[in-house]
């Protein structure tokens, strides 16, 4: 290697300078990694690709720094926590439970809070990162869907998204039912009760997941080996596909003058967006260590190990569970039925089919609206939410429905903190569960249809400005201020969709399945409110000069 300096006014002088024997060895090393990987093309390309600077996609971001995060803190946990059901007298630094027999699972975690250091600290860390993890998860879901960023071509990065949602919440679970304290054995018996209560096999499914009659001798190492290993590989691979499939179809944009799916605003990954990365994952890591530190989770000491015969009044699940605890409240008393001897537990039975069809309805739903729509192009701009009421009506809904049924999870709580009878909650909870999401879409889509209204007027006249002027004529008039055109842009750059017309098919037939689509296409484009034309701005300023 050799650099060459230049003196102001003389000829080139070169001075050479000798690599140091660690810059050889590091040369060394990459050209023999990059002659057998061609990583440098790989890294080459990375870094030209766009990351988006609007605030929305930091949500994503925000839940990838805290799968790390969990990574990390799990596996310090690790390496303390004895996932055994073994009874054992408890000897450790907590007095209040010294002699206490109870199982190796619960006492290997009370020792991590109390008798090694940074325990405590990791414990909460790890649950902090988890709730912060699945909330992040669902906020993006959110902003992708009212974005309309899953249609064409990322249908199936939609699904993937989904699956990791749901595995997170596996993950949760699994996690905080591995110490064995008394709020956890509750959460696994409701989780018992429903799998006993599938018909035919619910026994023999129970004995399978428990080893035995409840709670088993197996069923904390089973969690733990789920927990620790199955979940997490499938999470890492889902999140590797996920963002092979983000850098392959490119990320979503809110329009803008100009924009092409080449042509994204913001801030290429190497350097800028890795080094703004790197600073906001130890900004997500450092918040979520000082929330561990100030504020304490899963106090499993106060509970104290598991027993069937105390079950406390207010215990609730992580809140990322609390909609499938919240269904079970809400079904009316003496939905059991005798069949042949048998008892068909409608009880059990219905929410889980409701929460099913809900799940199933939520991972397909951009297959299902691409079928009424009959929409088949790429889209690469982001929609604004007012642009597509029915999708953002139906979103509201569905947003409604889940916070009704996790509402319903605390239901024990809002009537000891209200003074409300337990029975008027429960009432009011299945009351708002049916007609909540009625009102929910109805006045979404009325908000979206009078801003969508409003967008047209200001971009005909502009905004009011507040100043009123008299005209020769003496009438006042307010004088209007207007937009430049990129504030016009974001408020007409969105294409007016109409309904599917129903054609008859190669034999000259309407099917049922078009007729079905016609009428679903049209309940989805109703009431729509054509955008601006460049004729009607025209037009308008013209009247208006």
């Keep these: 290697m050799s650099t060459t300096t230049e003196q102001p006014g003389t000829e080139q002088q070169g001075t050479e300078i000798s690599p140091t024997r660690g810059q050889r060895f590091t040369g060394a090393a990459a050209n023999y990694i990059d002659e057998r990987t061609s990583i440098s093309g790989l890294v080459k390309e990375l870094g030209r690709k766009i990351f988006p600077d609007h605030w929305s996609f930091m949500l994503g971001e925000v839940a990838l720094y805290s799968f790390v995060v969990i990574l990390l803190s799990g596996t310090f946990l690790t390496f303390f926590f004895q996932a055994s059901m073994a009874t054992v007298i408890y000897d450790g630094s907590y007095v209040p439970l010294k002699g206490v027999e109870m199982s190796a699972a619960m006492s290997s975690t009370l020792n991590l809070s109390f008798d090694i250091r940074g325990g405590l600290l ?65 959460g696994l018996r409701i989780i018992d009760g429903m799998v006993k209560g599938v018909p035919i096999v619910g026994t023999w499914l129970s004995y399978l997941v428990f080893g035995g009659d409840f709670p088993g001798t197996a069923i904390v190492g089973r969690l733990y080996t789920v927990h620790i290993l199955l979940l997490p590989a499938i999470l ?39 080094a703004k990365a790197g600073g906001f994952f130890f900004i997500v890591f450092g918040i979520i260590v000082l929330i561990a530190s100030l504020f304490t989770i899963n106090p499993i000491w106060t509970y104290g190990p598991y027993d069937p015969s105390p079950v406390s009044a207010g215990t609730q699940p992580d809140w990322y569970i609390g909609f499938a605890d919240g269904a079970l409240r809400l079904v009316p008393p003496g939905w059991e039925v005798n ?25 397909f739903y951009p297959f299902i609206e691409a079928w009424i729509t009959g929409d088949k192009r790429e889209h690469h701009i982001a929609d604004r939410p ?75 006249h502009g905004y009011e400005s507040g100043r009123i002027v008299r005209l020769p004529g003496g009438e006042y008039i307010e004088v209007h201020e207007q937009l430049n055109e990129y504030e016009r842009w974001k408020l007409v750059s969105y294409n007016d969709y109409k309904p599917l017309m129903i054609r008859p098919d190669a034999n000259g037939r309407i099917t049922f399945r078009q007729r079905l689509r016609a009428i679903a296409s049209g309940w989805f484009f109703e009431d729509r409110i054509s955008p601006v034309t460049r004729t009607e701005i025209e037009r308008n300023s013209h009247d208006d000069h």
């Design 386 to 460: 007012r642009n597509s009421p029915t999708r953002t009506a139906i979103g509201a809904a569905g947003v409604t429905f889940y916070a009704v049924l996790w509402a319903a999870a605390g239901s024990d709580i809002i009537a000891t903190h209200f003074n409300l009878t337990i029975e008027g909650v429960i009432h009011g909870c299945q009351f708002l569960l049916i007609v909540g999401p009625i009102v929910a879409y109805h006045v979404a889509k009325r908000v979206c249809l009078a801003l969508q209204k409003k967008d047209r007027e200001v971009a005909l």
């Design 339 to 363: 069949l042949w001897g048998a008892t068909l537990s409608l009880n059990i039975m219905a929410p889980i089919l409701v929460l099913g069809l809900f799940i199933v309805l939520v991972a």
């Design 122 to 186: 990791m414990r909460q860390v790890h649950h902090w990162a988890a709730l912060l993890f699945v909330a992040a998860t669902g906020l993006h879901m959110l902003r992708i869907f009212f974005t309309g960023a899953y249609r064409k071509p990322r249908e199936i990065n939609w699904f993937i998204g989904f699956v990791m949602f749901i595995l997170a919440m596996a993950e949760g679970f699994t996690g905080y039912s591995l110490p064995d304290d008394l709020l956890s054995g509750n």
């Design 236 to 274: 890492v691979a889902a999140i590797g596909v996920h963002m092979l499939l983000l850098i392959v179809n490119k990320h979503t944009q809110f329009a803008a003058p100009g924009f092409t799916n080449d042509n994204v605003v913001g801030a290429p990954i190497m350097p800028v967006f890795a």
